[in-house]
């Protein structure tokens, strides 16, 4: 066949040649019969949910090793539903009432709920459909004397498929999953999921384009593009070979320094975490050996929302996100729209200086409803692990004041309710103006951190848009200005006895490195792929060397 690219979405990086392997499973059609003994049929169904029971605590204890409890909870989730009491009173009822076999009665009510589920307004529970689908297959299967094997991989290979569930996904021989290549598929899908956990380079929704007919065609997946490319050319082949091999090195030296500390040769720790913007970004900060995430920008539930989150939608996300990072520290960034990030349905006026205006904080607190809903599902998520909240655009005491104010109603509200959460969450905020850091000893006494965004300070610092690309030669975030600003919002927060960390890009800047560290920044936060080369650095300085 001719060189045929598809694109898709991509849900984990890397980049993957192989032959296309199409996963195959059980197409068999349920027969609809009548039956007298409707008592044997319900029998059989039990007899067959208890087999499905038993498989799936074999599954959860599989997944368990290989991609973390987080990752294995789908399988209590599914046994979950096998347990619920409308599923079963369904099946029984339509034995009972329509004199029918078993297999039937269950590819109905996996029909009905599957239907019932995608037609939610609720994201969470749009996503379900797919849940009800699987384990009621797995049921048919047992019911029709079906194997639970899953397929059997011969050689090394790119797995295809329309859509993968979890129960597919966890079972393949991962040592010959080369990557994962499908036609459908949700970027937070629970197999996305464990395919970044995984560390597996996969690209979903390319569409009808990718065809059982391709199987066994040489492709390569480019999980950075989101493509897939069939039957390459001798030159593009090449060109791929190349950037897997420079991925090659990337991890060799991942490989080096996975595990050790982020420690410079006189004994001083720094905290290395990781920016996301995503729960998709989690596998990456994961690979990277992140010591947490210092910044999870939450603004994409809202820009990627045609209407405002709702907080069960948003609980699930940061409730995700605590449980992937098992324990280590997630500082979660409040809603920071406006100024270049606009989501329509919040009807933000049109403004002449939008990055001075009606943005960040200021919507929360203008609108504080939208706010409590957002603080209710990260209070809630604090649960799950170590979620941390980080305030964006702060100017005055005022704002932080009216901010504790929000948190500790929102608080008492979850209290009264009965949910829980922990108490002792950290509160921070963001030094991103000027006004933050010539009021910071005052703010530092409020809070329990700051966090040093340089892209904004940057702008607002020196009169410059960093949105303008004609003004880039005058964005200078090495300006004596940045950096005196910086020393001054550290010596603030240790003198108020806590901690200072950098999330804007100059945090990576590997030539200014020894100079935060001398200036006292106790965290750096960076994209994921700067973790690994910043430990490298970190660990080269010797900050007893007087200079």
């Known amino acids: 066949m001719k060189m045929t690219i598809l694109t898709g979405k991509s849900v984990f990086g890397g980049i993957a040649i192989g032959r296309l392997s199409f996963y195959k499973r059980g197409q068999g059609t349920i027969q609809r019969r009548h039956v007298e003994d409707t008592a044997r049929e319900s029998q059989r169904f039990e007899e067959a949910r208890q087999q499905a029971i038993r498989e799936l605590k074999g599954l959860y204890d599989k997944a368990l090793q290989e991609v973390g409890e987080a990752n294995a909870a789908i399988f209590e989730i599914h046994q979950m539903m096998l347990d619920d009491l409308d599923y079963r009173e369904s099946v029984s009822n339509i034995i009972e009432t329509q004199k029918v076999n078993a297999e039937y009665a269950v590819g109905t009510t996996a029909d009905n709920f599957a239907q019932m589920f995608s037609s939610m307004d609720d994201a969470y529970m749009q996503g379900r459909a797919a849940d009800v689908k699987d384990v009621s297959d797995r049921v048919l299967r047992i019911l029709s004397g079906g194997s639970d094997e899953g397929q059997t991989l011969t050689e090394p290979c790119i797995i295809a498929a329309d859509d993968l569930v979890p129960s597919e996904t966890v079972q393949l021989d991962k040592s010959r999953v080369l990557a994962f290549a499908t036609m459908y598929g949700s970027a937070n899908s629970h197999t996305a999921i464990l395919a970044r956990t995984m560390g597996i380079p996969a690209v979903i929704g390319l569409g009808e384009r990718l065809d059982p007919s391709m199987d066994g065609v040489t492709a390569v997946v480019d999980g950075f593009e989101g493509r897939v490319i069939l039957d390459p050319d001798a030159e593009t082949l090449a060109v791929m070979q190349n950037r897997q091999e420079q991925e090659q090195k990337r991890r060799e030296l991942l490989l080096s320094l996975r595990g050790k500390e982020t420690v410079t040769k006189d004994g001083r720790m720094v905290n290395l975490y990781a920016n996301i913007g995503n729960v998709s970004d989690l596998g990456a900060a994961l690979q990277n050996d992140a010591g947490g995430i210092g910044l999870f920008r ?250």
């Not at 989501?343 to 706010?371: D, H, S």
């Not at 649960?383 to 929000?406: D, W, Y």
């Not at 010596?491 to 935060?516: N, P, R």
């Open 298 to 547: 939450s603004e994409f539930l809202y820009l990627e929302n045609e209407d405002y989150p709702t907080e069960e939608e948003q609980f699930q996300v940061y409730k995700t996100a605590a449980m992937n990072m098992a324990g280590k520290k997630v500082i979660i960034r409040t809603l920071d729209i406006g100024a270049d990030k606009q989501a329509p349905y919040f009807e933000l006026p049109k403004e002449e200086n939008p990055a001075m205006g009606m943005r960040a904080i200021r919507i929360c607190l203008t609108r504080p409803q939208v706010f409590k809903t957002q603080l209710r599902a990260l209070y809630r998520a604090s649960a799950f692990g170590q979620i941390a909240i980080m305030f964006p655009m702060i100017t005055s005491l005022k704002e932080v004041r009216a901010i504790r104010g929000i948190a500790e109603g929102v608080k008492s509200e979850l209290k009264a309710e009965g949910i829980p959460f922990q108490e002792d969450v950290e509160l921070g905020i963001m030094i991103e103006t000027p006004a933050a850091v010539m009021v910071s000893p005052e703010l530092a006494r409020e809070v329990d951190f700051f966090s040093v965004g340089t892209n904004d300070l940057t702008q607002y610092t020196l009169a410059v848009d960093r949105q303008n690309s004609s003004l880039e030669e005058f964005f200078d975030p090495r300006h004596p200005a940045v950096l005196r600003m910086l020393r001054m919002t550290a010596e603030a927060a240790h003198q108020a006895g806590i901690w200072v960390g950098i999330c804007g890009e100059l945090a990576a800047d590997l030539e200014l490195t020894e100079e935060f560290l001398r200036m006292g920044i106790d965290e750096l936060s960076v994209s994921p792929g700067m973790i690994l080369p910043l430990r490298q650095k970190i660990r080269e300085l010797d900050l007893s060397d007087p200079r």
